[in-house]
T-cell receptor, first 113, second 112 residues
Framework: DTAVSQTPKYLVTQMGNDKSIKCEQN?????MYWYKQDSKKFLKIMFS???????INETVPNRFSPKSPDKAHLNLHINSLELGDSAVYFC????????????FGQGTRLTVV | AQRVTQPEKLLSVFKGAPVELKCNYS??????LFWYVQYSRQRLQLLLR??SRESIKGFTADLNKGETSFHLKKPFAQEEDSAMYYC??????????????FGKGTKLSVKP
């Protein structure tokens, strides 16, 4: 009964490929996020969705396209993968109104070769 | 500009020694600050937040608005405290606490 789960946990792919990372939360939260952790362990928010609507898009290339089919899911699709996309991607969720903390998934380690 | 600064990339102490992980912030409004911890190959977890003013695993952090700081402290470090620690600021759009600006993190290494 993991709160925020991401699949896959590891992803190795070649440059130019298109890949997706899935995220699901069973906490009943209405807001979900994608964060990127680079090789220097620096964490930065990429996207935020509230009730399936895009709220934040932090200067992320157009090759990254989040999709939220419902409140419990936020998938990240990446086109034309580049070497610089190699990172750990974390999904998170929280409740928009309220005092609840953000819960993070275990991360997806993406390696582009 | 909204920013979180953790000046130390790595902090190495011996078991039983006091620990202080520094965090300074820059924010125009009323900040909500957090400390997150990431143990080796595990997910990011909330350690504590300034509004709750509680002690978790022996760690405390006090918000000092005058110095714009939120340093994390523990009087006696344990080996199991070894982890990556992130200070974070919530931009709090509409109350959401997941829209976070993270510092670059400090790796705490506690030696036996």
């Amino acid at each position: 009964d993991t709160a925020v789960s991401q699949t896959p946990k590891y992803l190795v792919t070649q440059m130019g490929n298109d890949k997706s990372i899935k995220c699901e939360q069973n906490l009943g939260h209405d807001t979900m996020y994608w964060y990127k952790q680079d090789s220097k362990k620096f964490l930065k928010i990429m996207f935020s969705y509230n009730n399936k609507e895009l709220i934040i898009n932090e200067t992320v290339p157009n090759r990254f396209s989040p999709k939220s089919p419902d409140k419990a899911h936020l998938n990240l699709h990446i086109n034309s993968l580049e070497l610089g996309d190699s990172a750990v991607y974390f999904c998170a969720s929280s409740q928009w109104d309220g005092d609840t903390e953000a819960f993070f998934g275990q991360g997806t380690r993406l390696t582009v070769v | 500009a909204q920013r979180v600064t953790q000046p130390e990339k790595l902090l190495s102490v011996f078991k039983g020694a006091p620990v202080e992980l520094k965090c300074n912030y820059s924010y125009s409004g009323s900040p909500e600050l957090f400390w997150y911890v990431q143990y080796s190959r595990q997910r990011l977890q909330l350690l504590l937040r300034h509004i709750s003013r509680e002690s978790i695993k022996g760690f405390t952090a006090d918000l000092n608005k005058g110095e714009t700081s939120f340093h994390l402290k523990k009087p006696f470090a344990q080996e199991e405290d070894s982890a990556m620690y992130y200070c974070a600021l919530s931009r709090n759009y509409g109350g959401s606490q997941g829209n976070l600006i993270f510092g670059k993190g400090t790796k705490l290494s506690v030696k036996p």
